[in-house]
């Protein structure tokens, strides 16, 4: 068994269906979905603690400061982040720890925690990412080629990942979403007590 959970670090391009593999991974319990913190206003219909950590910017600055982001950025004016204490409390729960975040927080959080597992989720191909975001029907042409040239930039750095999985069909990449982390359960670094669990019991 493992006496500790498993961070778990997920990105892909806009659009590759990380929020639909997520979905359907999190109906287990032993997942526990790391909500962002941000000093932006809520939009309407947002919840504090379900979509994001509302903070102020003086509280966003005090973690900072105490080193109570696990990574952080700024944009357009505002800061957004990964707060470190609901993450860490939950590790030592055993619960699973997702964080879906993009590449350059993800590169951030693999200075600060090498132990974690990073799984990057790609389009069958740009193609077809093309076609899914044509088909959201929410954005312009032009918005979508820039979605476009940002997702080729994110593939890219892919190759900085532990693993990479495709999602063609959502039943496929959801199963190869927990056979990743099945195999990382089963890995000695993470569970190496299984070994004295067999000895003790003679």
């Keep these: 068994m493992m006496s500790k959970g498993l961070l778990i670090v997920v ?3 806009s659009g590759c269906g990380k929020g639909t593999i997520l979905a359907e991974i999190l ?4 997942f526990f979905y790391s909500i962002s913190a941000t000093t932006r206003n809520a939009r309407p219909g947002e919840v504090d603690g379900v979509n994001y950590h509302f903070l102020t910017k003086d509280k966003f600055e005090e973690l900072i400061e ?4 696990l990574e ?3 944009y357009c004016d505002n800061y957004y982040g990964t707060p470190r204490k609901p993450v860490e409390d939950m590790l030592e729960q055993g619960k699973h720890v997702i964080l879906e975040i993009e590449v350059q927080g993800a590169m951030k959080i693999k200075e600060k925690c090498p132990e974690a597992k990073f799984i990057f989720i790609l389009p069958p191909s740009l193609k077809e990412l093309r076609r899914r975001l044509n088909k959201r029907g929410t954005e312009s042409d032009d918005v979508i080629e820039k ?3 940002e997702a080729t930039g994110e593939i890219k750095q892919a190759y900085k990942y532990d693993y990479a999985l495709v999602n063609g069909e959502l039943s496929i990449a959801v199963d190869d979403l927990l056979a ?6 089963l890995n000695l670094k993470n569970s190496n007590n299984i070994i004295d669990e067999v000895l003790e019991n003679a």
């Design 11 to 13: 990105s892909g391009p």
């Design 27 to 30: 109906k287990d319990e032993k």
């Design 66 to 69: 105490n080193d109570g982001m």
């Design 72 to 74: 952080y950025a700024s």
């Design 147 to 149: 979605r476009l040239n």
């Design 180 to 185: 990743i982390i099945r195999a990382e359960e």
